[in-house]
């Protein structure tokens, strides 16, 4: 579904200090836990922003760990989180966002982002609070601690960085921030939306999607009209929930793909549910949406909502039986072997 093409990779020597690294090579490579996410990085980064990758990392960060990387990208912000797959349920039960979470399977984080943007306007950790850190000769810096955890940021090549680490000490990831900013692995952006018509050849009906064993995070399937079942479906990924527009088969044309964590803007899918034209589900991966996990009862918040336990469905022009029958309906994909 992704329109994929190739970037240049700029790579130069790294300077590094004290905190347990080690002189490497002029020409650097990012450090190797990173290898499996730097094409899906170069696919989804936009052209307005540029990304920073550390050459090493503290192995407090890597040690007795599996990793898992997550990449999402959108048109002000890029985000990258290195976590453990095989976190203590104690602390993974709750997922992201919880205290417990980014503290011991949440190794590590990349954020850049434009200045313009909302995340960099409102980040409180740019506060009185923050405590200046000279990384270069002309990079000035900001140290967050936290409730043992710690961040690091700075503006650079006229772009917002920030790292983030629960695991390491306040100067190991100042150290961390140091070597990317001297002479880091650097990934340029591309284009983010597809300038022609998307190719219904390459765009994916929700039957598709389900006999090709559904989505890392969305593994349902639920009976729908025949024309959703067989109308294609766009994707948009959030940190904590995922949103899926299907919009009905038939329809005249339908629009590109986004490159990105959103595949369609979310104004334009809105639109299409209002006119009839798509339905919409919604899964809440967050902690907010484990209230209501053990329901047996649908909630309908307004005319055309509903919601069963984690997964809600929006379609304005069926009736509350209707949405009822689907949301109930939920079985688990088959998985392709």
Known sequence: MKN????????????VGVGGFASIPAIAEPDPVFKPIIGEIRNKLPSNLVFRLPSRLPEAITRKMSPQLTFEANS???????????????????????????????????????????????DGQRGSRATAVQLSSNVRGYHFQGADWNTVLWVQDNTYFKIY??????????????SMVANSQVISGRSLFQVTQQPK??????????????GHEIRTDYDLPKEFRNGFVYFNYRRSSIDAYILKQGLSNYPPIKVGIEEIDSNLGEKYVKSGKAIKFYWNLGNSGLQYANDTQIRFTEKGTGCFRTNCLIAPFMTNEEISRILRSKRRIEQKK
Not at 4 to 15: D, E, G, Q, Y
Not at 89 to 109: A, D, E, K
Not at 201 to 214: A, M
């Open 165 to 178: 680490s629960g695991t390491v000490r306040r100067n190991e990831l100042i150290e961390v921030a140091r």
């Open 76 to 122: 002000e912000r890029a985000y990258l989180a290195l976590e453990d797959k095989d976190c203590p349920p104690r602390f993974s039960r709750g997922g992201r966002g919880t205290r417990g979470y980014n503290l011991v399977c949440l190794r590590f984080s990349v954020t850049s982002s434009t200045l313009a943007s909302k995340y960099y306007q409102e």
């Open 201 to 214: 050849s390459q765009l994916i009906t929700w039957k598709q999607f389900v006999e090709e064993g559904g």
């Open 4 to 15: 994929k093409s190739l970037l240049s990779l700029m790579v130069s020597s790294v300077i």
